[in-house]
């Protein structure tokens, strides 16, 4: 008998398990009670210090990518291939990552909520269904880390706990820290626009931090107003103080700089330039503990082999992803350990797209039912491939873990959780809504969640 936590749940079924639960009241002292999860002491694994999370958004194609399915639509030109038992690989479109199959893993039972671009994406940033009501409130998933990581922050800690970068094309924005302080916002850059403003020169950083001081005097009243009248204000220095503790480092001026020689290896891409900054961002140590990369424009559903679609953004993630690996691994702390060792490395979009034959459009649309995520880093073993889906990559057969369910953002997000030593099953009090903030929901809007890791990717 399936267990009720993982069931899901039709209209008639919730009738069911209201009519069981007033009959069952009598026996409520025999059973456990059902936010057991959420009580429950949990021990977080604590195996990596970073995330890097590259979100494929628009949608990748799961079945032209990492979950291939033949059939008469498949180009001859994908050169597939049997890498290894069970895993056909489109040599065409991902090369350099079909060499590192024993550095990551691919997760082929996730699953999404929702099929829709704004509500996805939103979901892959918070783990959190979006609710109107409570859409500018719930902070991402970035912002919980960052807010973790604020007791251990050092001293020499001047960079912000959370970076986005390139966040410029995503119909849902990038996700702002919500009820959390401003502290804990993402710091957003965009490659294409430059970093010289971030990456100063030595008599610039001079000039600024004279000019700092200065605006520090005229306003001093302001800045100490305790009132909540000046909250706002309050937030805006909280951004003052970041940008200047980071500008007045003199690390900033390496870590947000693309080296040219790194921008032709990672493939001269927006996606490459990402990955170059992020891992400088790993290796600089500095404060910065969540990268956030975003990658489009996936939304194929039209002409989804013409040379410039699925081909060129394969290529792009292919080689700059490859290039992350590569040097993660090759990077060292003094005590010997790769960067790749304490960093997890997730890679997915918001959903798959529609199996089978093309639509009339010689594309595929969007998709809940399927899709395929990427792990690495952090104690993931590689080479692993969990949960199966069908002959066409409709729909998931086997979940490839112990509970019997797909795989959903609340259970990736409760894995960098656990990763990164945090308790997933915390809950803050005291929001504007009023609204308890769980860490993980358990009622997602379909299905109740048990809030564990993804297991086997350790394992």
Sequence with gaps: MSNLLDTLLTRREAFKVGASAVSAYWFLPLLKPTNVYAQSKVQPRGSARFVIFIMLEGGQSHVDSWDLKEGKWTPENFDIREIEPGVKWPMKLYPQLSRQRDRFSLVRSM?????????????????????????????????????????????????????????????????????????????????????????????????????????????????????????????????????????????????????????DRYGKTLVGDGCILARNLVEADAGTHFVFVNFGYWDFHSRIYNEGNQYKLSKDIDTALSSLLDDLVGRKRKDGRSLLDETVVACFGEFGRTPGELNPMKGRDHYQYALTGLFAGGGIKGGRVIGKTDEIGAKVIESGWNIKRSIYMEDVATTIYSALGFDWTKVIDGTPSGRSFHYIEPFASKQMIRSQEISPLFV
């Design 111 to 263: 699953e999404a909520w929702d099929s829709v671009h704004f509500r996805a994406q939103y979901y892959v940033q918070s783990a959190h269904m979006m609710n109107p009501a409570l859409q500018k409130e719930l902070p991402p998933v970035g912002s919980v880390v960052a807010y973790e990581f604020a007791n251990r922050r050092q001293p020499t800690d001047t960079l912000p706990g959370y970076v986005a970068i390139n966040v410029t094309s995503s119909q849902a924005g990038l996700l702002g820290s919500g009820f959390l302080p401003a502290t804990y916002n993402p710091f957003h850059i965009d490659t294409t626009t430059g970093m010289a403003a971030i990456a100063m020169d030595d008599p610039s950083r001079k000039k600024l931090l004279r000019r700092w001081e200065l605006l520090k005097n005229f306003d001093e009243r302001l800045r100490n107003d305790p009132s909540l009248a000046a909250k706002a204000y309050r937030d805006y220095h909280n951004y003052y103080e970041g940008a200047i503790s980071m500008m007045s480092d003199t690390r900033a001026s390496q870590v947000f700089q693309v080296d040219p020689a790194d921008h």
